[in-house]
């Protein structure tokens, strides 16, 4: 079941989603990463980073996952920090 909320006929992320779309932006912009260096080495399509960090996607656990070993960091780290 999907984590978004629904107003009208719009979904709208969730705060935990927000957060991932944003760490994940931040965290790829602090090691000079583009979104097709972190596509090559997660096997992800760089526009579907782009809608993670757009918070336009949820990514499941095991993106997570994926987008967390390429960057160095924990998974807890692209959704819970601040």
Known sequence: MSQQSRIGNTEL?????????????RMRAEKFMTR????????????????????????RIPTIRGLAVALGVDPSELVDHE
């Open 13 to 25: 992320p969730t705060i935990e989603a927000m957060k991932i779309g944003k760490n994940l932006r």
């Open 36 to 59: 097709e260096e972190l596509a090559e080495l997660t096997g992800l399509h760089r526009d579907h980073i782009g809608r993670i960090e757009r918070n336009e996607v949820e990514p």
